[in-house]
């Protein structure tokens, strides 16, 4: 059963930086597949924050994150990262990483067919 767990959540003050963390157990499918980390706060749907093709090359970012999010990914120890600087109250949102073997920025899944139960993050002004 494939597991994905989320962790470094919290709450910060607007421009401090965060990393969090997504443990992927039990995936023993393909070793090229895309991982991201998605958002979404309440009454809104869930958006992407950044993906990236694992054991290849490409990497989205929302627009609204560019310049201040990294996506990386320790292939060895299958754990997902996200690290973000200048955090803005808009940053708040339950974050949840995805895995899936086609990223589909059209569909509401995103191609993500596993989903971690999300990490709240909050950034107070």
């Known amino acids: 059963q494939v597991r994905l767990m989320e962790s470094g959540g919290g709450s910060l003050q607007t421009g401090d930086s965060l990393r969090l963390s997504c443990e992927v157990s039990?995936?023993?499918?393909?070793?090229?597949?895309?991982m991201g980390w998605f958002r979404q706060v309440p009454g809104k749907e869930r958006e992407m924050v950044a993906a990236?093709?694992?054991?290849?090359?490409?990497?989205h970012y929302a627009d609204d994150v560019k310049g201040r999010a990294t996506i990386s990914h320790d292939y060895d120890n299958q754990i997902l990262y996200l690290r973000m600087n200048s955090l803005k109250p808009e940053d708040t949102a339950m974050y949840y990483c995805?895995?899936?073997?086609?990223?589909?920025?059209?569909?509401?899944?995103?191609?993500?067919?596993?989903w971690g139960i999300g990490t709240l993050v909050v950034i107070s002004s």
């Open positions: 995805g895995l899936g073997m086609n990223y589909n920025g059209d569909a509401p899944s995103y191609g993500m067919e596993y």
């Open positions: 990236t093709y694992i054991g290849a090359l490409g990497t």
């Open positions: 039990g995936y023993t499918g393909s070793k090229i597949f895309w």
